[in-house]
Nanobody, 121 residues
Framework: QVQLVESGGGLVQAGGSLRLSCTASGSIFSISAMHWYGQAPGNERELVASFPVRGSTIYADSVKGRFTISNDSAKKTVYLQMNSLKPEDTAVYYC???????????????WGLGTQVTVSS
């Protein structure tokens, strides 16, 4: 089994910063990409940023220039540096990873439980 554990959420004033972390553990043979999703109350879960092992990072238009995704592959950890936060960034942020558990298995997506980010005006 694969576990993803997020941390770093909290309450911050508009204009402030937070750094989210997500570490993967368990039966992991390889990871092809790690992602951050956000789900605001009453809304669907949406992609915020992606860090593929091969290729370029991807950002939602709403966070470009403010958020930065980075990765420490040795630690199986992905980070999301969130700057210039806005009240509309308030959401539960979920980590997702595309993981292969054995050399012959296909990549599957696994989710963390999420971390709450609240931005006050």
């Amino acid at each position: 089994q694969v576990q993803l554990v997020e941390s770093g959420g909290g309450l911050v004033q508009a204009g402030g910063s937070l750094r989210l972390s997500c570490t993967a553990s368990g039966s992991i043979f390889s990871i092809s990409a790690m992602h951050w999703y956000g789900q605001a109350p009453g809304n669907e879960r949406e992609l915020v940023a992606s860090f593929p092992v091969r290729g370029s990072t991807i950002y939602a238009d709403s966070v470009k220039g403010r958020f930065t995704i980075s990765n420490d592959s040795a630690k199986k950890t992905v980070y999301l540096q969130m700057n210039s936060l806005k009240p509309e960034d308030t959401a539960v942020y979920y980590c997702n990873a595309d993981v292969r558990t054995t050399a012959i298995s296909i990549y599957r997506g696994f989710w963390g439980l999420g971390t709450q980010v609240t931005v006050s005006s």
